[in-house]
């Protein structure tokens, strides 16, 4: 008897509920109006999305005359030509994949836009005297996230130091065994080293000394003496 009282009540309600999600609110309803707004919200999100993956192609980064230089530079190392036919383009080595990292570092390159317009490193003698500073924030970055752009595509546990030449296994292994991080010996990967660059780097590392997570870097000795061996590979 109680359930027969009680059910034409539920029904009363759940029917005022669609009702009143239905009914207009001066000229449309509140559900129109609500999956209306999720359909925008939806198109919004995949707008949102296709620009900054706009922002993250080749053609962007080099669109503007300043990064002519580093295109030239980029051009003539492993990452733009290699036997495996796999390339690395910018933003694979300078924009993280995790989507809270990603928005910051879009948020932080307004400053590139800004130097743009500005001129900062508009000719070469101009990008000369800024290209150890460039390479030094490039390089304190690269540090504290443990090389997370490098990881996306290389790791020390999918590597097979057995077809690996002598040389580089045995680094590998040592940067296994002392906690280093990619940056550590390959800061000429993608770009011309400047003049000073292993006391530059070294200032990064002491800079970075006690705030770096656990697991990344080594002595200060050791990362120059290390990278020191490694120049000429760097490239």
């Known amino acids: 008897m109680a359930d027969n009282d009680t059910n034409p009540r539920r029904r009363s309600l759940l029917r005022r509920l669609w009702d009143g999600f239905w009914s207009p609110t001066g000229v449309l309803s509140v559900g129109f109006l609500l999956i209306a707004g999720f ?26 005359h ?57 000719t ?3 990008y000369e005297e800024r290209r150890l500073e ?12 443990d090389s997370r ?12 130091f057995t077809i690996q030449e002598t040389r580089a296994a045995d680094n590998h292994q040592r940067a296994i065994d ?3 991080t990619c940056i550590d010996c390959h800061q000429g990967i993608a770009h011309d080293l400047p003049p000073g660059y292993l006391e530059e780097y070294e200032h990064v590392v002491d800079m970075l000394a006690g705030t770096t997570p656990i697991g990344q870097g080594t002595d200060v000795s050791d990362v120059r003496a290390w990278i020191g061996g490694q120049s000429d590979a760097a490239h």
């Not at 933003?91 to 990292?101: L, T």
């Not at 460039?134 to 996230?145: C, E, I, L, T």
């Not at 752009?149 to 097979?160: I, K, S, T, V």
């Open 134 to 145: 460039m390479a030094a924030a490039v390089w304190a970055k690269m540090k504290a996230s």
């Open 124 to 126: 070469e003698e101009k």
């Open 39 to 64: 359909i925008a919200g939806i198109l919004f999100w995949g707008g949102f999305h296709w620009s900054l993956e706009l922002t993250n192609t080749e053609e962007f980064c080099v669109s503007c």
């Open 66 to 122: 300043t990064m002519e230089t580093n295109l030239g530079e980029y051009r003539e190392t492993v990452h733009y030509n290699n036997h495996s036919g796999v390339r690395a383009i910018c933003s694979d080595c300078h924009v993280p994949h995790e989507w809270q990292y990603k928005i910051k570092a879009k948020i932080m390159a307004v400053k590139d836009v800004y130097h743009e317009v500005l001129g900062t490193i508009s």
């Open 178 to 180: 002392d906690g280093m």
């Open 149 to 160: 752009e490098c990881r996306n595509c290389h790791a020390f546990e999918y590597m097979d």
